[in-house]
């Protein structure tokens, strides 16, 4: 299944909430952990670290 959403981020470390105020999810902080790429596990959304800082 496709993500709703594909966010680029220039950290490996991000946080996601949702997107919707007061009707997204609780903030979890999410850690790529050297894949470059993690979904949430509330909403699904995929971020993906840009290849350009991939290498620092």
Known sequence: MEPPEIIDVDTPTVACDGGKGPLGHPRVFLNMEGKGQI????CGR???????????
């Open 39 to 42: 979904d949430c596990p509330y």
């Open 46 to 56: 995929r971020f993906v670290l840009k290849q350009d800082t991939a290498a620092e």
